[in-house]
Nanobody, 113 residues
């Protein structure tokens, strides 16, 4: 079964940037949609962004204009470029294959001065 492994999280100051990666254990070329979600302490997991294999992208209102989702089908990777980070972006970030119900283990992002 496909496995997903996130990396790239860490501690960053407000206004800073991070790039998250999600490595898949198999080919993602035929997978239409790949997404990122996040879960802050005491809150439900929420949608962040989704990308389709034909280039379409959607973002949550709270991250639009600051985050960019992308995929590299040759490398079987999904990315999330996060700029102008805010304390409210602090959460565990998960990558997801919606059609398969597969989730990674998550990577912690903490935005704090």
């Amino acid at each position: 079964q496909m496995r997903l492994v996130e990396s790239g999280g860490g501690l960053v100051q407000p206004g800073g940037s991070l790039r998250l990666s999600c490595a898949a254990s198999g080919s993602i070329r035929s997978i239409v949609s790949l997404s990122w979600y996040r879960q802050a302490p005491g809150k439900q997991r929420e949608f962040v962004a989704v990308t389709a294999n034909k280039g379409g992208r959607l973002y949550a209102e709270s991250v639009r204009g600051r985050f960019t989702i992308s995929r590299d089908d040759a490398e079987n990777k999904l990315y999330l470029e996060m700029n102008n980070l805010k304390p409210e972006d602090t959460a565990v970030y998960y990558c997801n294959i919606p059609s398969m119900g597969i989730w990674g283990q998550g990577t912690q992002v903490t935005v704090s001065s």
